[in-house]
């Protein structure tokens, strides 16, 4: 299957920047999702033209678990992910002046959508980049990580897309990601660990975009999960209640 190309890369110095600043050209509807998706083509007077995966407030369906927002909890996965320094969260801003409202604006990422999670997970060739994935998601308690919602670029990177059900203060966390539970993460990672745990308790000024986003619940939480990792680096076994999504992919 052919993928959709972007000129825009997520290892350019400037492409936060450019999702901030890029003005808005056609908007492509997305099927199939809960909530308004639009694929979005920007254009940069420096950077020339990108695509960005854009999700008003507004098209937004009411969820019983979850308030209203949740573009700024897709911002604050990814700003969450670059407190770790760990780039599993393609860059990802708020847009208030974007066509259909404010919303979140992400950098659409190449990739097959036929290598999702299940696919990516036969072999060994991804096993610490998905573990990493697994990490990231319970420290940010993913309510929502289908196997569809893992991608593979075209460079062999794996990026986690669809962030917005993260953060809640109660434990939420659904994912397809089981395959490894059981697995020592490595001790540099808990380092980064402790690094944003003391970030946030320091209210840094490298944790102010997320701490923006969270409630003080919500703050307490994350670092009881954060703390929780550190303690016990391993990660769990399937919980006995809900605990993957539903559609899987």
């Known amino acids: 299957m052919a993928t959709l190309s972007n000129p825009w890369h997520a290892d350019a110095p400037w492409v936060e920047d450019a ?3 890029a003005s808005f ?3 492509r509807f997305i099927p199939y999702s809960s909530n308004d998706v639009y694929l979005a083509r920007l254009s940069h007077p420096e950077h020339g033209e990108g695509l960005a995966v854009y999700k008003p407030r507004d ?9 209203g927002g949740l573009d700024r909890r897709e911002v604050a996965a990814y700003d969450f992910a670059r407190l770790l320094d760990w ?6 801003v708020l847009r208030p002046d974007a066509p259909r409202g404010v919303g979140s604006v992400q950098l659409f990422i190449e990739h097959d959508p036929a290598q999702h999670y299940f696919e990516l997970r036969e072999g060994d060739a991804h096993d610490m980049a998905l ?11 993913n309510a929502d990580r289908k196997g569809g919602h893992v991608l593979l670029d075209p460079t062999g990177h794996i990026w986690g897309i669809d962030n917005g059900l993260c953060f809640h203060e109660e434990q939420k966390l659904r994912t397809v990601i089981w395959d490894y539970a059981g697995t020592r993460i490595p001790e540099a990672w808990c380092e980064s660990i402790a ?18 986003a969270l409630s003080r619940r919500e703050r307490r939480a994350l670092l009881a999960r954060c703390e929780a990792m550190l303690v016990d680096p391993v990660l769990p076994e399937m919980y006995p209640w809900r605990c993957v999504p539903w559609p899987v992919v």
């Open 19 to 21: 999702l901030r600043e």
């Open 25 to 27: 050209g056609e908007l």
């Open 131 to 141: 573990v990493r994935m697994a990490v990231f998601d319970l420290l940010a308690n």
């Open 59 to 67: 098209g937004e369906n009411p969820l019983w678990d979850f308030p």
């Open 87 to 92: 780039p599993v969260v393609p860059p990802t």
């Open 195 to 212: 690094r944003a745990r003391d970030a946030i308790m320091s209210e840094a000024p490298e944790a102010a975009p997320l701490l923006a």
